[in-house]
């Protein structure tokens, strides 16, 4: 049974793997409409804030971008839970190879 479950925690990492590799153009962060006047809502645009080395950020997007921006974070989040599930198969497969025993 172990054998059989790591040979299919290896087939899922395999195309987890090229999945990552598939995924386009990414950047992390949450986009956000703001406004000038908020009670009247005029002077709209656009702003998109995130962490990336420890630092805090928050950029100015133009409107002709937003929706490139949007699915860069879209990707982000993609691979962020692809690259989560891979950890989380890697351990499970190294827990299952070390209750092997050695050839």
């Not at 962490?51 to 997007?61: A, I, L």
């Not at 879209?74 to 690259?83: D, H, S």
């Not at 499970?92 to 092997?100: D, G, R």
Request: hydrophobic letters at 30%; aromatic letters at 10%.
């Amino acid at each position: 049974m172990t054998k059989k479950r790591m040979a299919t925690i290896k087939n899922r990492i395999k195309k987890i793997k090229a999945e990552i590799f598939a995924v386009g153009e990414m950047r992390p962060g949450s986009l956000t409409k703001q406004y000038r006047d908020p009670e009247n809502k005029t002077g709209s645009y656009y702003q998109i804030s995130y962490t990336h080395e420890m630092r805090s950020r928050t950029e100015y997007v133009r409107s002709e971008f937003v929706q490139e921006i949007k699915l860069q974070i879209k990707n982000y989040k993609y691979y962020k839970k692809l690259n989560s599930q891979l950890i989380s198969l890697s351990i499970e497969l190294s827990k299952l190879a070390m209750k092997l025993p050695k050839e």
